[in-house]
């Protein structure tokens, strides 16, 4: 295992702290007005699903535990267990949702996935950075709003709730991130 050091921990990375291997949720660099500036770091652990809210001096170091990436699609969805298979060797693995998070509703038939994957068991799901949705409802466009500044609510097809411009409309596909479900850009079709 390597060493890095505490300001540089990022989330989906896995460590070993206090003799267990944990996934960093978020980590928050924050200067207080007096001392040294410390990395506020959320992580879970891989065993129990627990978490923890640990605070580091940015200089500590911290062991990173060795995972390996591989491609898998997602093939479907049953309650809160999601369904991928390996892409080299076909093998299926059902994962729970919450390791997925909060972009799981974003996962489409046949999308392929990067998984990190330690010692054969899950880690972390990393979907693609945006996908193309189509908004199924739409605010209709209020007079005197700017396009620059306002945005309005709609509905993409899979029930998600984002922001867009005045000019979007029912019908219209977009590209979305799967980090934050904000608005990109209208699809190029």
Not at 109 to 125: A, K, S, T
Request: net charge negative.
């Amino acid at each position: 295992m390597a060493k890095v050091a505490a300001n540089t921990l990022r989330k989906g990375m896995v460590v070993e702290y206090n003799s267990k291997l944990w996934v960093v949720m978020e980590n928050e660099l924050r200067s207080p007005g007096k001392g040294a500036a410390v990395a506020q770091v959320v992580m879970r652990d891989i065993a129990s699903g627990n978490k923890t809210d640990v605070r580091f001096a940015t200089h500590d170091m911290i062991e990173r535990a060795r995972v390996d990436e591989e491609e898998y699609q997602f093939l479907y969805a049953n309650g809160d267990e999601y369904t991928f298979m390996q892409v080299e060797n076909y093998e299926q693995l059902i994962v729970a949702k919450d390791l997925i998070g909060e972009p799981a509703p974003f996962l489409k038939d046949g999308m392929i996935c990067q998984m990190q994957m330690y010692e054969g068991r899950p880690l972390n799901v990393t979907l693609p950075e945006t996908v193309t949705m189509e908004i199924v409802e739409a605010d209709p466009v209020v007079k005197g709003q700017t396009a620059s500044s306002s945005y309005k609510p709609a509905v993409l097809e899979n029930g998600v709730r984002v922001m867009v411009p005045p000019h979007i409309g029912s019908g219209t596909r977009i590209v979305v991130k799967t980090a934050d479900a904000s608005y990109v850009e209208r699809a190029k079709d």
